[in-house]
């Protein structure tokens, strides 16, 4: 989930810098007819890079990218033993991820029916973008939010199976049987 958090940062943060450096560059290239932009224009520019700013650090905060506290007080934790639902680090990751993914699915929507609409190149560039983080946010709930199959024995991984190939080192219940 921090690549995914880290890729979502970066993404805002490349939309964001335009739109507080150069506001009346980003006005005239998207605007149909050249025209003088507007104070109002302007401040909506850039308080929109700001927000996107704002909801750059939110996610790297609260997805326990960057942590919130310099102490560890639990114990030791093997890495793949880690819950996040249950992380004490980062106890809002999986809300974070289900409202950014959302709003990566419908910004990409909306990019795609602009596109249409206008046909500028800018807002496909958006959709790509827009669309790789919502599968990447949807890969992450899916896979990455669950404790796994794993056994509280062996350790090993309850779903795999012996197709096509067999798994020599996997638990065996004669050998085991005879040890035990």
């Known amino acids: 989930m921090d690549n995914w958090a880290k890729s979502t940062a970066a993404w805002l943060g490349i939309q964001a810098l335009p739109l507080l450096a150069y506001p009346k560059l980003v006005i005239t290239l998207l605007a149909n007819e050249g025209h003088q932009s507007s104070d109002v224009e ?24 960057i942590p919130l506290s310099s102490s560890i007080t639990g114990p030791a934790v093997r890495l793949d033993e ?6 004490p680090k980062a106890p809002y990751a999986v809300p974070i991820l289900r409202v950014t993914t959302l709003f990566h699915f419908t910004t990409a929507i909306y990019c795609y029916m602009r596109y249409v609409n206008v046909a500028q190149t800018g807002f496909m560039l958006g959709c790509v973008g827009y669309g790789a983080l919502a599968c990447m946010g949807s890969w992450c709930m899916i896979f990455g939010t669950g ?34």
């Open 42 to 65: 302007i401040y909506l520019s850039r308080s929109l890079g700001l927000s996107l700013i704002v909801l750059a650090i939110i996610v790297l905060f609260f997805t326990g990218t």
């Open 82 to 87: 880690v819950n996040t639902s249950t992380d």
């Open 147 to 180: 404790s796994g199959h794993t056994s509280k024995r062996t350790g090993a991984d309850k779903r795999t199976t012996g197709f096509p190939f067999k798994n020599s080192s996997a638990y065996d219940k004669k050998k085991d049987r005879k040890m035990g």
